[in-house]
Every structure is written in structure tokens, then in C-alpha cells.
């Protein structure tokens, strides 16, 4: 056979092959590793090749524990089965839902609209406006329904800029010909070129229309790199956060410093660093920031910023006045903020005093709220109705129904969490973490400073290959681990890798906000590459920044806390780490 024809067979079964050969292949790990520890390991490598390669789809792979942890002796399965329902899977489910009420009445779209009308139209200050508007949504929404829908309105306000996309496409292509072809493509050009100087040449046209080109290209790139960004800033913004808190509470119960509020103390400013400095290097790289504007005449700049400028104010219009139910998604919403923000901050005394201690938490919170949802009216209710015999009597609207709840919620995302923390506690359980910790010792000899920026930049380059939930499921076990065994506070590694994972800005596979910025046909892969590698070390470096200033305050990262006890209790080794102090610096 063909070489080439039986290659491309082989791509295309290449899902049934690694379903077939990779349990095999795996085998002689349970010989090689202690009893236990290797049946575990054998599952959680199984699972990060089906996860990595996406063989099985990621919900049916994080249900493997259930049918694996009990049928090879590692865990019963009364222990694996609640992990896939923890409270911290109702916090995520309850900023699912309320995220849902807000699509569903439209207030995402109005948020995005307002923000745009604030800033103006300048490129770099439309770039920032888009960056702002996509990272306050996605704090709430998720990455890609954000980026879905901020990429048709990014598009509408660029088709006012600059005209057409194809006749800008036709410009920027090099008119050898001046006397034929090119005179014809003179009558494409949009009208404020047709109506500039006569003596102005091609070169000149083909020079502004690759700078307009490239301002659409900063345009669409900055949307699913802020909709990433964002996402770090609550715990419900994205799943790794979620499961940085699930697996704390795995490992170290009496870890009790990373809740809503204190989290969003301590991601928020990092968030608004990293979005301003990637900010400054999308609008220096696409043009948003170069003193050369796309248009030479004053008046006719204006006009070009006045007609996107009178698209914006037009879409606004349509949505008419603020609707009852817009009013109360809103309200709820900002209860829902606060309550989460409030129940326990750290720095503060929170609400939760009130109750018994340790009853209530964020998700108790969160479900009260979204409860509301499911009965609340989204109509103005009125007096006058009951009595009113003319008055129709169909039951009222809620502002959210179960239907489009189930519709809206990503199942598969839950599950997914689920498997994270079921595998996290095969882990624990089987002594496979302390196995692996006691292969990490000569990492210790790496300064803490220094391990934080190479953990950040390692999982920010294995996501670029892999989800990114996949990525913290497989390694926050190993690096909590390593925390333990170099007798560095857990959380000072913890955290960076859980952060720079959403740190996915390279390639178009990295993540679904990435694909769909991608699939719209006007970047290119180099763009991204090139754009994505400088994103990737500023985040590195920020992420560093704030573990070295403010979080080490906030969350005492200089000291060895008591909560911090080793992964498996029979581990008398690691238990003697209790209260060590160390020097963050190196």
C-alpha cells in the first residue's frame, strides 16, 4: 500500500487506536510501581492520554474513575461517586445558571454596547473597550459564549471603519500592473479613498489598507485573549479555579483561604495588569497605538469614526429602555457579587459570623440566588390584575425556566470537575502523591521564586496542546506534591499553576475562544504564534509579580502553614515540615 494513503488511514482511526493501545502500552507500570500507587498511576496516565488526545470526549474520560478506582482496588466506589457532586460543583453550577439569566434576557449585550459607547472609536481605544468588555463578561460568562458574542459586534463597528473586508483584502496585494488591473481595482476602493487626491498612488492605498488590516486583525485577537484573562479573576470564571478549591479541600481540609472573595482580592488586580499590559502590546503590534491613523484628512477621519461611532449608538437604540427583567437580573446579580464577596474575604469580618461556623459557604450562596431565578417574575407585577376581570390570566414568566437552564448549562463541564476531584482522591488515598513527591526531592534544590515562574510557563505551554482543565486535573496533585516535599507553602505553587493554565493565547487549538476568533477566516496562524509567545511571558511574569507582593501577604506565602499536612497521613516524613518558615526569595 501507499505510504501516504495508509498514513492518512492510520490519522484517521488514530482515535480507535489510541483507545486500543494505550492501556496496553501502560501495562508495565503495573509491575514496575508499588502495588497501589502503580494501579493509580496507571489510571491517571490513561485518563491524561484520553484527555490529551481527546480520544474519548473529556466528560466520558472524568467518568473512568468510577468503573477503574473500584474495579482495580484503589478506591470504593461510595468514595469515588460524591466527589463528582462537591459543593464546589454547586458554586460552579449556580454561576452557570446565573450567567444563563443573562444571556437569556440580553444584558450581556447591553453591558457590551455601553462600554463601547464610553470609551469612543479610536482603534486603540476601541481595542481597550472590547479587552474591558470581554473580561468583565467572562468573570461571569463563560470564555467562548463571551467571545461569540462580542466577534459579530467587533465586526460590524470595523466594517464602519473601514469598509469592506474583501475590498481591504484586495488592497493591501501588491498592483504590479498600474496600467491594467490595478486601474480596475480603483473603482472598488471604498469612497473616501475614490474621493482623495488624484496624485495619491497605489503604493500609498496598499500602505493604509495593510494598516487597516492589521488594526482588524488586533481587533479580533484582543476579544478571546481578554475572555481568558477575565475568566482568572473569579472562581467561577473558569473551571481551574473551581478545582484548585476542590482539591484544597482535598488534601488539606483545614485550608480554608481561598474562598470567592478572597480569590477575587487577589486575582482581580492581576487580571487588570495583565489585560492592560496585553492591552499595550496587541494596540503597539496591530497599529491601535501608531500616531499614523488610518485616514490623512482630519474631516474625513471623523466621518469614518462618526459612522462606527453612529453604528454603535444605533445598536444600543434598538434595545430600547432597560426591560423589568433586565432591572432584576441585574439586581440579583449584583447580590449574588456581593454576597459571594462578602460571606468571607479574609480581610474583613463576613456575613458568614452569623451562622454556625463552617455551615455555610459559597455555594450555599450561590444557590439561594439562583433559586430566586426560577420564580421571580419578569414582568412588573401589578395590583390592578387581580382586579381586573378583563385582564388575561396566563401565568406569569419567570426569568429563568428549567428548560433553558438545562439547555444553557455545559453538563459535560461539571463531570469534567468531577473526574478532577475523584482522581485527586485515588491519588491521596493510594499513597500515589507521596510517591511521586519522594521522586521530586532534587527539585528542591531550585529556589522557590525560580520554581514558581518555570511551573506558571510549564502548564502555560502543556495547555497550549490540552484542555485546560485537563491540564490542572493532571498536574495540581504532582505540584501540590512538590510543595510538600521542598517545604514551600502548597499554595505558592498551587496557585501560579492554576492561574497560568488559562494562559492559552498561541495556537487556535488552545482554547474554544481561540478556535472561534480563528474560524471567522481573518487571522492566521502566525498571527496568533507570534502575538500569543509575548502574551504567554507577560502573564508568566505577572502571575510571578503578584505571588511575590500582595499574595505573599494575603495568603502568608512566606511561612509553612500547619493546615498543610502530607497527603497521606501515614507519611510520618512530611509531617516533621509543619510550621517551617523559608525565604520566599531564594
Avoid at 469612543?120 to 470564555?143: D, E, Q, Y
Avoid at 479541600?249 to 487588570?272: H, Q, R, T
Avoid at 506534591?481 to 495556537?507: D, Q
Avoid at 499574595?551 to 512530611?574: E, K, Q
Wanted: proline letters at 6%.
Amino acid at each position: 500500500m501507499d505510504p501516504a494513503k495508509f498514513s492518512r488511514k492510520l490519522w484517521s482511526a488514530r482515535k480507535q487506536l489510541i483507545l486500543t493501545l494505550a492501556p496496553l502500552l501502560l501495562l508495565p507500570l503495573l509491575f514496575v510501581v508499588p502495588p497501589k500507587e502503580g494501579r493509580c498511576l496507571y489510571v491517571v496516565l490513561l485518563m491524561a492520554v484520553y484527555w490529551c488526545t481527546e480520544a474519548l470526549p473529556l466528560a466520558v474520560t472524568a467518568m473512568l474513575p468510577v468503573c477503574l478506582f473500584p474495579t482495580m482496588g484503589i478506591l470504593p466506589s461510595k468514595k469515588v461517586c460524591p466527589q463528582y457532586f462537591l459543593e464546589t460543583n454547586f458554586l460552579f453550577l449556580s454561576g452557570l445558571v446565573m450567567a444563563s439569566a443573562i444571556e437569556e434576557w440580553g444584558l450581556h449585550h447591553r453591558i457590551a454596547l455601553k462600554v463601547l459607547k464610553i470609551v469612543g472609536v479610536k482603534p486603540a481605544w476601541l481595542i481597550l473597550g472590547m479587552m474591558i468588555t470581554s473580561s468583565f463578561l467572562s468573570m461571569w460568562l463563560s470564555n467562548t459564549a463571551t467571545t461569540a458574542m462580542m466577534l459579530p459586534i467587533a465586526n460590524a463597528i470595523l466594517e464602519s471603519l473601514f469598509g469592506n473586508l474583501e475590498t481591504l483584502k484586495e488592497n493591501c496585494k501588491d498592483k504590479s500592473d498600474p496600467e491594467g488591473d490595478s486601474r480596475v481595482k480603483m473603482h472598488v476602493l471604498p469612497l473616501r479613498i475614490i474621493n482623495l487626491s488624484e496624485q495619491k498612488n497605489l503604493e500609498e492605498v496598499r500602505r493604509e489598507a495593510e494598516y487597516q488590516m492589521k488594526v482588524w486583525k488586533g481587533f479580533l485577537i484582543s476579544i478571546p485573549y481578554a475572555a481568558s484573562i477575565g475568566g482568572t479573576a473569579t472562581l467561577t470564571g473558569t473551571a481551574p479555579n473551581l478545582i484548585l478549591v476542590g482539591q484544597l479541600k482535598s488534601y488539606f481540609p483545614e485550608c480554608d483561604l481561598i474562598n470567592f472573595g478572597s480569590w477575587f482580592v487577589f486575582a482581580f488586580p492581576l487580571m487588570l495588569l495583565f489585560l492592560i499590559l496585553g492591552w499595550i502590546w496587541i494596540a503597539f503590534l496591530y497599529g491601535g497605538l501608531n500616531t499614523r491613523l488610518c485616514i490623512s484628512k482630519h474631516d474625513e477621519r471623523a466621518a469614518a469614526e462618526a459612522k462606527a461611532k453612529a453604528v454603535i449608538d444605533e445598536d444600543y437604540k434598538k434595545l430600547g429602555p432597560i426591560k423589568f427583567a433586565e432591572g432584576s437580573i441585574t439586581f440579583l446579580f449584583i447580590i449574588f457579587a456581593v454576597l459571594l464577596f462578602t460571606r468571607d474575604p479574609k480581610f474583613v469580618t463576613g456575613w458568614s459570623v452569623f451562622f454556625t461556623k463552617g455551615y455555610v459557604s459559597d455555594a450555599v450562596t450561590g444557590v439561594i440566588i439562583i433559586s430566586i431565578l426560577f420564580f421571580f417574575p419578569s414582568q412588573c407585577p401589578s395590583l390592578r390584575w387581580w382586579f381586573d376581570s378583563r385582564a388575561s390570566n396566563t401565568p406569569y414568566v419567570p426569568l429563568l425556566s428549567w428548560r433553558k437552564a438545562q439547555e444553557s448549562v455545559p453538563w459535560n463541564i461539571i463531570l469534567l470537575l468531577g473526574g478532577g476531584f475523584a482522581m485527586a482522591k485515588g491519588c491521596e488515598e493510594s499513597g500515589l502523591a507521596v510517591w511521586i513527591g519522594n521522586h521530586l526531592q532534587p527539585l528542591a534544590q531550585v529556589p522557590p521564586a525560580v520554581a514558581v515562574i518555570l511551573i506558571t510557563a510549564f502548564i502555560a505551554c502543556f495547555t497550549e496542546f490540552a484542555s485546560n482543565t485537563a491540564t490542572i486535573i493532571i498536574f495540581l496533585p504532582v505540584i501540590a506534591e512538590l510543595a510538600i516535599r521542598v517545604n514551600v507553602n502548597p499554595l505558592y505553587f498551587m496557585i501560579p499553576a492554576t492561574t497560568g493554565c488559562s494562559y492559552a493565547f498561541m495556537l487556535p487549538v488552545s482554547t474554544p475562544p481561540n478556535s472561534i476568533a480563528f474560524a471567522s477566516g481573518h487571522l492566521m496562524v502566525k498571527d496568533m504564534v507570534k502575538t500569543g509567545f509575548v502574551m504567554n511571558i507577560l502573564g508568566i511574569l505577572c502571575v510571578s509579580l503578584a505571588m511575590n507582593t500582595w499574595g505573599l501577604h494575603m495568603f502568608n506565602l512566606h511561612i509553612y502553614p500547619d493546615w498543610a499536612r502530607p497527603l497521606n497521613a501515614s507519611s510520618a516524613t512530611v509531617a516533621t515540615h509543619a510550621i517551617t518558615t523559608m525565604n520566599m526569595t531564594g
